[in-house]
């Protein structure tokens, strides 16, 4: 099933939540995957590639990101 950008975001930054609140922080290592939901997220990826387009986020995502101690 494809899923919307929208719910493939939200899906990342639950898997980001879970990391920040078990690590303290957002540094993600590239190829760090985290289970979430019973799914794999590659986590390090979302996080490498956000902060690469992070000119292309809107307001709100880097907002949800900034939330979360982001280093961009």
Same mark, same amino acid.
């Given at each position: 099933?494809?899923? +919307?950008?929208? !719910?493939?975001?939200?899906?990342?930054?639950?898997?980001? $939540?879970?990391?920040? @609140?078990?690590?303290?922080?957002? $540094?993600?290592?590239? /190829?760090?995957?985290? !289970?979430? %939901?019973? !799914?794999?997220?590659?986590?390090? @990826?979302?996080? %490498?590639? +956000?902060?690469?387009?992070?000119? /292309?986020?809107?307001? !709100?995502?880097?907002?949800?990101? %900034? @939330?979360?101690?982001? $280093?961009?």
């Amino acid at each position: 099933m494809r899923r +919307s950008q929208d !719910e493939l975001w939200e899906r990342n930054m639950a898997a980001a $939540r879970q990391f920040h @609140a078990r690590e303290a922080h957002l $540094r993600v290592p590239h /190829k760090h995957v985290e !289970e979430a %939901d019973g !799914e794999t997220i590659r986590l390090g @990826a979302f996080v %490498d590639n +956000s902060r690469r387009r992070a000119a /292309k986020l809107s307001a !709100e995502r880097r907002s949800d990101l %900034d @939330a979360l101690g982001m $280093r961009w």
